[in-house]
């Protein structure tokens, strides 16, 4: 199997894992900084012991490195905290859509890195999930939840894109499962000072017939976080920051399908018709890519 296409199958699989982090937001009973601690925390030791299982090396290769790193996890530190805290404030719908202006950023930014510019298709396709985004956005005022929960998403994409051309220009040659414990560490270390649920506290694996809220973590740490952000670190060495993002518009999907299920939170018509323009759009920029890679 071709890396690229291989890359492409890694990637959709960790956007369908994406779409079920979601659901965490409104799972656990926590504050959207406690969620990401304790989220990060369990994610890092996980991949540690992957990382040995695997006989592959921590330590980095330069002080430079480190750095990159420190920077890395700073900015998805404060995406996951943004990410969480938008849907907890606007819903799921709502929250999750408003951070996918992430891909329309990341379309402009990474020529700067690059110094190239954008192509006519990249431009199609994020304007195509700019119009998909804001078809699911319901009317607003600046007066309520939904609106703050908005600017948050808004803002939570940024911090991604910034994120991911990072990674792909200085840190992309680092193995997935290395690359995401510096980063995760660095959240965990990070948010530390600012806990305020005790873990102790927590409900164990099982309680009251269902799954306790440290099940949940672990799922959240290691299905939802540690393994699909391995597998996006890794397409980066075959695909670029901006292709990622392009197909990861299919999060939403996901994110609104499962929501309606396991929270019963039912979307109108618009957000249907929003995030078909938005499948549209990763669905084609995928096409393009295969079909570029063996053209």
């Not at 518009?249 to 018509?269: H, I, R």
Request: net charge positive.
């Amino acid at each position: 199997m071709q890396e690229q296409t291989k890359s492409l199958f890694q990637l959709h699989f960790a956007v369908l894992l994406f779409g079920g982090t979601a659901l965490f937001s409104h799972l656990l009973p926590w504050s959207a900084v406690d969620i990401t601690l304790f989220r990060t925390a369990i994610a890092a030791v996980a991949l540690a012991l992957i990382i040995k299982c695997q006989g592959d090396v921590i330590a980095l290769k330069s002080r430079r490195d480190y750095l990159v790193a420190l920077v890395l996890g700073i900015s998805v530190g404060l995406h996951w905290v943004t990410y969480f805290y938008s849907m907890q404030l606007a819903g799921v719908a709502v929250g999750m859509l408003s951070f996918f202006c992430y891909p329309v950023v990341t379309v402009f930014l990474e020529p700067l890195f690059s110094k190239t510019r954008p192509h006519r298709r990249d431009i199609a396709c994020a304007l195509l999930v700019f119009v998909g985004v804001y078809l699911l956005v319901p009317e607003l005022t600046l007066q309520n939840n939904t609106t703050l929960g908005v600017i948050i998403g808004v803002i939570s994409g940024v911090l991604f894109a910034i994120r991911n051309v990072l990674h792909k220009r200085y840190f992309s040659h680092y193995k997935g499962t290395q690359a995401m414990f510096y980063q995760t560490g660095v959240v965990a270390l990070m948010l530390l000072p600012f806990m305020e649920f005790n873990p102790l506290d927590m409900s164990g694996l099982w309680s009251n017939g269902e799954l306790g809220e440290l099940s949940l973590l672990l799922l959240l740490s290691i299905i939802f976080t540690a393994a699909p952000h391995s597998f996006l670190a890794n397409c980066f060495r075959h695909l670029s920051a901006k292709t990622a993002g392009l197909i990861s518009c299919m999060q939403p999907v996901y994110g609104v399908v499962l929501a309606t299920f396991v929270l019963g939170q039912w979307p109108d018509m618009m957000v249907y018709i929003g995030g078909f323009l938005i499948v549209i759009a990763a669905v084609t920029e995928t096409v393009l890519v295969t079909r570029n890679r063996h053209g």
